[in-house]
């Protein structure tokens, strides 16, 4: 494990990236999840048919091998629009944004389903007298609608994160320096590619145990009222 240790710097810069890359996926996946799950519920058919097909194409389609079209395909499809309409010159999609964009746009897909099935469960009664008192949509969905929601949610919220932290190991196919690549690369070098990856093991245990407890204060928080119920 000395190597590990003298590797130290590389595979902490790896795991920052890692971090960084779940944070930002996190984020774009609940915004799609909002979108898909509000889209699969319109009464609109032309709305509910592209959620449907949002959902029936990530789950459809290997997450390795969305990742790839995004990254190579959104390349050539942006310079080939560049080089048609003379806006822009040759344009190289950096492996952090393609690698947000794609786990993104997957998990976004879950938790779309994860919504809808907590909005779902929500009495209509509470959405219909918050309408009738006066309330506008935005306010219906803040005051009852989000807080009802994230608590009917957050068992399966939790396992998508947990989920995607584990997928963003995918990204080392295209070239991104994150915790694999790094530690792939490092354990090459010096021919203990095994001890690199039991320090990847643990390094994602870590970062699966911290987002436990914090999953876990996030669950506490929504289910105050409940609990002296």
Request: aromatic share 10%; glycine share 8%; with cysteine.
């Amino acid at each position: 494990m000395n190597a590990v240790i003298e590797y130290r710097e590389v595979i902490l810069s790896g795991t920052l990236v890692t971090i960084s890359l779940a944070l930002l996926s996190l984020l774009l996946s609940i915004i799609c999840g909002l979108v898909g799950a509000f889209l699969k519920m319109s009464q609109t058919p032309l709305l509910r048919h592209l959620g449907n097909g949002y959902t029936t194409l990530v789950r459809s389609v290997p997450e390795l091998v969305l990742m790839m079209l995004i990254f190579y395909g959104g390349q050539a499809a942006v310079n080939a629009l560049g080089t048609r309409t003379g806006w822009w010159d040759y344009v190289d999609v950096n492996q952090f944004l393609a690698g947000v964009l794609t786990l993104g746009f997957i998990f976004g897909a879950y938790m779309a389903e994860t919504f809808r099935g907590a909005i779902m469960a929500i009495p209509k009664g509470q959405l219909e007298a918050a309408v009738a008192a006066g309330m506008s949509l935005a306010k219906v969905f803040t005051v009852v609608t989000w807080p009802q929601m994230v608590r009917y949610a957050l068992p399966s919220f939790a396992n998508n994160w947990l989920v995607l932290v584990k997928s963003t190991a995918l990204v080392s196919v295209i070239g991104l320096h994150d915790l694999v690549w790094n530690s792939v690369a490092a354990g090459r070098s010096v021919h203990q590619l095994f001890s690199f990856m039991i320090a990847v093991l643990l390094i994602y245990l870590a970062i699966t145990a911290i987002s436990d407890i914090g999953l876990r204060w996030v669950e506490r928080k929504y289910s105050v009222g409940l609990a002296r119920g």
